[in-house]
Structure formats: C-alpha cells, structure tokens
C-alpha cells in the first residue's frame, strides 16, 4: 500500500509538472486539451487511492485472510475412523489439530474455511461419507435442538471449490446445507428405534453448478402422530434448481423456517418457499442446522472441496 501510494504521488506530481509546462509553451486549444485529460487521469488515480483506503489497503494474495466463522456451537463428521467427531473445544484450534488439518482448513488467499472430503468412512442410515458440521446449541451436546414453531435462521457465503467428475464427464453432487430431523428420546422409546435419527427435511446441493433444493413430504396426511415419526413415514419431492447458475463463484444461502414454514433463499434474488400441509406436520420433529461437504458418490477417486467464508445462525 505504501509503495502504491508513493508511485501514485509521483505519478501525479509529473503530471502536474507537465501541465505547468503545456500552460506556458502550448496553444490555447492544446492546453486546453491536454488539462482536461491529465485532469481526467489525476481523478482516476485518486479514486483508485480511495478504493484502496476503503479495502484497507489489502491486496488479495498477498495478504491474508480469515473466515468469519465461529465454531463454538458446531462439531464436525469426517470421513475416517467409525466415523470420527470432533466438538468443541477440540474444533477451535482446527487450523493445528492434526486429526483436522487434512479435512478442514484455512485457505488464507480468499478467506475461507475449506471442508475437503471423499468417499470413506460413514455414519449411521446412509452409505456416504462427508466432512459436515452439526449444529449444538448447547456446545458439546446434541440434546438441545429447535422446532419450527421455536423458528430457527442460518445463512451462509460458500463457494464450490473443485469437485471430481463421474465417468460421464459430469461433476459430483455434494450437499452443502441441511435442516435435519431428530426424535426426542421420548419419541425414540415410543416407536421403540434404537436411536433419536430423524429424516432431514432439507437437503441443499451443489450439482453441476446450480443450487438444488430437495424436501420432504408426508405420504399419508391421515398418518397419526406417532406413525409420522418413523422415517418411512416421508417422501421424497423431486429437487428444484434456482434459476442462477453459481458455477465455482461465491454465493450466499439463507434458510429461515418458522411454523409450518421453509424459506430458502440464494443471493437475496430468488426464494423457495414451503409453507404446505407437510411443513406444518413436520412440526413433530426437533431440528439442527447442518453445513458443509457431504459428498454423494462411492466413486474410486471422488472428491470435494467446499469453501465456507461466512457461516451464521440465529434462534
């Protein structure tokens, strides 16, 4: 900043001595040309000054740059061990905790905190691995969890970083955002399951550079309470694209839910709205947030990377 700074100042001082110059020696119609572009020129340099100023005089790649993430109320799934899971307070010092830094890093060139993951090891119901946060509102714990009638907010500036592609030639789907279903440990004894998993009511993807929505609905409406709560009691709807194609830039998501309703959003442009009958039964569950790189495919070699530069929530 200070070496620019000098070599604007410079920059600016020849031209101010070439204007004193064309004024003395030159024609009416030449200075007059001549000032207005070099007045021109000088404005132009000192709006790029005070661009510079405003961005604090960082250059990106070469200063650098953290996320502006607080993880105190999130533990993390990765891919290895049974899987493993790290909480807090283990996952703050994730930018040296050697179990960690292959998963989840810094990349201090744009800011991001990168969650890198592949096929291997995974957790119970599902046959995919992933490096995945997950919500604790009491830090350490995954008793305490929201409804939608408590309403719940999360947003979140994420960018795909690389991802493989299938034989086809066609990129991996990974999910990056979801609002998961959990059953209460009354709930769990009444349809005698063995653990409190829930459906996710929302899954958000990154495929083939679109931001894909998939949810949930309930296959019988006349279904009782109790029988709405096993996981076979829900559909699937055939996910929805937002119009914007993201590709592999920066894009923010925000998903508000309330009672009896979803709302999605992707870069304040486009909303997804759910606010059907099916909302209204899921208000059953207890929910968290998760976010992340959950990665769709068992393929040999398959990859992702998925940057997070700012990650938020609210109840």
Excluded at 16 to 41: A, H, P, Q, R, W
Excluded at 190 to 216: F, S
Aim: aromatic fraction near 10%.
């Amino acid at each position: 900043m200070v070496r620019r700074t000098c070599v604007a100042g410079i920059r600016a001082l020849i031209l101010m001595l070439s204007m004193v110059i064309i004024f003395s020696c030159g024609s009416d119609d030449t200075t007059d040309f001549m000032k207005d572009e070099m007045e021109e020129e000088m404005e132009e340099e000192q709006e790029e000054e005070e661009e510079e100023e405003e961005e604090g005089g960082k250059v990106e790649g070469v200063d650098f740059f953290l996320p502006n993430i607080d993880l105190n109320n999130w533990k993390v799934t990765l891919p290895i061990g049974n899987p493993t899971e790290v909480e807090p307070p283990e996952i703050l010092d994730y930018a040296t905790n050697e179990t960690l830094l292959p998963f989840m890093y810094n990349d201090s060139t744009d800011g991001s905190l990168v969650f890198y993951t592949y096929p291997g090891a995974t957790t119970n119901n599902t046959k995919y691995s992933r490096t995945e946060l997950r919500e604790q509102m009491v830090s350490g714990s995954n008793s305490t969890n929201w409804t939608f009638a408590e309403g719940a907010y999360m947003k979140g500036t994420l960018a795909m970083g690389d991802i493989s592609k299938d034989t086809d030639g066609d990129y991996h789907g990974t999910i990056i955002m979801q609002i998961h279903g959990r059953l209460t440990n009354e709930q769990r004894d009444l349809i005698g399951e063995d653990d409190n998993n829930a459906p996710p009511v929302l899954k958000i993807y990154w495929r083939d550079g679109y931001v894909r929505v998939h949810t949930k609905y309930l296959k019988d409406l006349d279904a009782t309470d109790t029988e709405a709560l096993h996981t076979d009691a829900w559909g699937d709807y055939t996910g929805i694209n937002f119009d914007q194609k993201v590709d592999f830039d920066p894009f923010t998501l925000e998903v508000k839910v309330s009672e009896g309703r979803m709302e999605i959003t992707l870069n304040e442009d486009q909303t997804m709205i759910y606010d059907d009958i099916h909302m209204e039964r899921w208000g059953i569950f207890e929910n968290y947030f998760k976010a992340g790189n959950y990665l769709n495919t068992l393929d040999d070699g398959a990859f992702a990377k998925v940057k997070y530069y700012e990650l938020e929530v609210s109840h």
